[in-house]
């Protein structure tokens, strides 16, 4: 059983960054996809990026894409996603996730769960 802790969340500005991170608890094997979604309140669960095992590959929601970046440090065994340009529409629970396949967008395809972290963007 893999054990995902998020950390980083908290209250920024509208056009502040932040970074989170995702410990994981077992070594996350170069075959695994790690990435993050996020849920609002009163919306559902949307995704927001993800990387391949080898951290060549990346994938992110429309929304996000030119703002945020994930990466990974696989000897760490941790998943990163840099924020920047943040907007109020990003305030949302961010999960990190670990699939011991390859990269997806559908959260019914990933394995293990992060708690989560709460963004909150004010305008």
């Known amino acids: 059983q893999v054990q995902l802790v998020e950390s980083g969340g908290g209250l920024v500005q509208a056009g502040s960054s932040l970074r989170l991170s995702c410990t994981a608890s077992?070594?996350?094997?170069?075959?695994?996809?790690m990435g993050w979604f996020r849920q609002a309140p009163g919306k559902e669960r949307e995704f927001v990026a993800t990387?391949?095992?080898?951290?060549?590959?990346?994938y992110y929601a429309d929304s996000v894409k030119g703002r945020f970046t994930i990466s990974r440090d696989n000897p760490k065994n941790t998943v990163y996603l840099q924020m920047n340009s943040l907007k109020p529409e990003d305030t949302a629970v961010y999960y990190c996730?670990?699939?011991?396949?390859?990269?997806?967008?559908?959260?019914?395809?990933?394995?293990?769960w992060g708690q989560g972290t709460q963004v909150t963007v004010s305008s």
């Open positions: 077992q070594r996350t094997l170069s075959s695994s996809a």
């Open positions: 996730v670990l699939r011991r396949a390859g990269m997806s967008y559908l959260s019914r395809h990933y394995d293990y």
């Open positions: 990387i391949s095992g080898s951290g060549g590959s990346t």
